[in-house]
C-alpha cells in the first residue's frame, strides 16, 4: 500500500472548530464573572469559601497561575497554522503546558489535603498528569496523531476546572451537595470529559463502516 492510500485520522473541519473554540472561551467567560468576580465582591452565599481561598491563597495563586496557563495556552497549541509556521514557538509553550500541569496537579493535591474532596482531587490531578506525560513522550517520539491525541484528552481534564464551576451560581448545587458529593461530582466531570474526547477521537470509525 503506497503512502498516498494510508487511511489518515479524521480531523475536526475548520468551522467545528470554531465553533467549539469559541463555545469554549464563553463557558469561561460565564464561569469568570459567575464565580470568580462574585467571589471578589464577597457574594454572599460564597463567604465561607472566600475566607478559605483567602487562607489557602499561598498554593491557590500557583495553582490559579498553573491553570491559567494551561487553559491559554491549550487553543494556541492546538492551532495548526501556529504549529505549521512557528513550530519552535509550539514546542516552547509546550513545556509551560507540560510544567504548568505539574504544578497545577500538585497544588490543587495540597490544597485538597486533609479535606473530603482530596480523593476527588487527587483522581483528577492523577488523570491531569498521565495525559499529559503520554502527550509529551509521544511528541518527543515523534508519534504526532497520538501526542495530537493525547493532548486533546489532556486539555479536556484542564477545562474540568473551568466546567466544574458552571453550576456554581445554583443555590441547591453549591449548598446541598456536601464535600462527598462534591469529591465524586469532579471524578465524573474528569471521566465524561475524557470519555466525550474519545468519542470525538473515534467519531469516524463509529459513524462510518469500513470497506471490505
Excluded at 47 to 61: G, K, M, S, T
Excluded at 167 to 174: G, H, M, Q, S, V
Excluded at 176 to 184: M, Q
Aim: aromatic share 10%; hydrophobic share 50%; proline share 5%.
Amino acid at each position: 500500500m503506497s503512502a498516498s492510500t494510508l487511511p489518515t485520522p479524521s480531523m475536526p473541519s475548520s468551522k467545528f472548530k470554531t465553533v467549539l473554540w469559541v463555545s469554549l472561551g464563553l463557558i469561561v467567560l460565564f464561569v469568570f464573572i459567575t464565580s470568580e468576580l462574585l467571589l471578589v465582591t464577597d457574594y454572599p452565599m460564597y463567604h465561607a469559601y472566600r475566607l478559605q481561598v483567602i487562607a489557602d491563597r499561598h498554593l491557590l495563586i500557583p495553582h490559579t497561575v498553573a491553570g491559567t496557563l494551561a487553559l491559554l495556552i491549550g487553543p494556541i497549541n492546538f492551532s495548526s497554522r501556529i504549529r505549521k509556521r512557528h513550530l519552535p514557538l509550539h514546542r516552547s509553550l509546550g513545556l509551560v503546558y507540560v510544567l504548568s500541569v505539574f504544578v497545577g496537579s500538585f497544588t490543587g493535591i495540597a490544597l485538597a489535603a486533609g479535606r473530603p474532596g482530596l480523593p476527588g482531587t487527587s483522581m483528577q490531578a492523577a488523570a491531569w498528569m498521565v495525559c499529559t506525560t503520554a502527550a509529551f513522550v509521544t511528541a518527543r517520539n515523534r508519534h504526532i496523531v497520538q501526542h495530537r491525541q493525547w493532548m486533546a484528552r489532556s486539555y479536556a481534564v484542564t477545562f474540568t476546572f473551568v466546567s466544574s464551576r458552571v453550576l456554581n451560581l445554583w443555590p441547591r448545587y453549591w449548598s446541598h451537595l456536601g464535600d462527598v458529593l462534591s469529591a465524586v461530582g469532579v471524578i465524573a466531570f474528569t471521566l465524561a470529559s475524557l470519555l466525550i474526547v474519545d468519542l470525538g477521537l473515534n467519531w469516524h470509525e463509529l459513524t462510518t463502516r469500513r470497506d471490505a
